[in-house]
């Protein structure tokens, strides 16, 4: 299995901290870890508390060309409701990401195994620590596969001062797993972006396509969408407008949302690191009537390897993906 391969590479010597955290062994394999709780406080119902996410990832480069990479997570570790106590029943593992990446040219990579779906903003970087916010955004959840497993081509090139990616990737869901998978089935999809920077200004727009279905599914589900990102001033502004289009004939399901991630506090402060975030969101789901939802956030990492968050999101309706209430989390790298 991939991921043996890459934990078992020599690791022989002393180890020494990279620049990205983690640990960088003299052979050229890196390895690190996060673990985030979390507490949530609905507007109606109880409280939880949560240890339930923890990851171990590695990356090893054998050569110049060729990197190994294998991510393990481990989810709900502990459970504790108010009113009924502690559980563990719910722990599981998954293999979150195995593959192999191979450099063919300067412009051209492939890699092959599982990946996070490249569709929008969100689902390629939505490990705990390193999002914004606890909560992620109604659109970009169970919208479209969030594991591809199969083949994936990047492409990344400029041009007039422009740059340029793009990614095609299937041709299978969520196969590899060790316990369990809830995404069985067919994927094929692809992702386009351009992106531009001019001083201390950078921008991108994205547009996404994945279709999909389970293995005895005749219809296809299409999911599609477009992204943006804008850097101006300090502020990060992102955004993702996507439509999920069952082939059954089901209503389509679609949502967006606009967020800004505002900094606080001044270079050269302790605080240096401590951002606000607004985030306006609209979902439509399959079934039942939208909601408009507004987040309000504080993101804080007052230490290289500690990020505190803590968001309040309020919502015209109560949503399983937009649930009004306070939420907050601490993540450790290790």
């Known amino acids: 299995m991939l991921a043996l391969l890459v934990v078992m590479a020599p690791a022989s010597g002393a180890m020494s901290a990279s620049e990205d955290g983690g640990l960088l062994l003299p052979s050229g394999l890196w ?173 991108s727009v994205g547009l996404n396509a994945a279709a999909f279905r389970g293995w005895d599914e005749a219809p296809w589900t299409t999911a599609t969408g477009i992204d943006a990102e804008l850097g101006l001033a300090g502020h990060q502004i992102t955004g993702e407008l996507t439509f999920r289009i069952p082939g059954d004939g089901r209503r389509t399901a679609h949502g967006l949302y606009l967020q800004d991630v505002i900094p606080l506090a001044p270079l050269g402060t302790l605080a240096r690191e401590l951002y606000g975030v607004l985030r306006l969101e609209y979902f439509q789901p399959g079934r039942g009537g939208a909601a408009v939802g507004q987040l309000v956030g504080l993101f804080w990492r007052p230490l290289p390897r500690l990020i505190l968050r803590a968001d309040y999101v309020f919502s015209t309706r109560a949503l399983e993906r937009l649930e009004p209430g306070f939420r907050a989390s601490v993540s450790v790298l290790l």
Not at 90 to 103: G, K, N, T
Not at 127 to 150: D, I, K, N, S, Y
Not at 151 to 160: G, P, Y
């Open 31 to 203: 390895v690190a870890g996060d673990v985030t709780a979390r507490t949530t406080v609905p507007r109606h119902g109880p409280t939880t508390f949560e240890v339930d996410d923890a990851s171990l990832l590695a990356r090893w480069e054998p050569t110049a060309r060729l990197a190994l990479f294998t991510e393990l997570r481990f989810e709900d570790l502990v459970r504790v409701v108010e009113g009924a106590g502690a559980s563990t029943s719910a722990a599981d593992v998954a293999l979150e990401r195995a593959y192999a990446e191979v450099l063919l040219t300067p412009s051209l990579t492939v890699r092959l195994g599982k990946v996070f779906t490249p569709f929008g903003l969100w689902n390629v970087i939505r490990r705990a620590p390193l999002t914004w916010t606890v909560e992620r955004p109604a659109a970009t959840e169970e919208m479209f596969p969030e594991h591809a497993t199969g083949l994936s081509v990047l492409h990344q090139t400029t041009w007039r001062g422009w740059s340029l990616d793009a990614t095609t990737y299937g041709p299978v869901q969520d196969e590899v797993a060790l316990r369990h998978s809830e995404e069985r089935g067919w994927l094929v999809g692809g992702r386009a972006a351009a992106g531009r920077g001019v001083g201390t200004f950078f921008g």
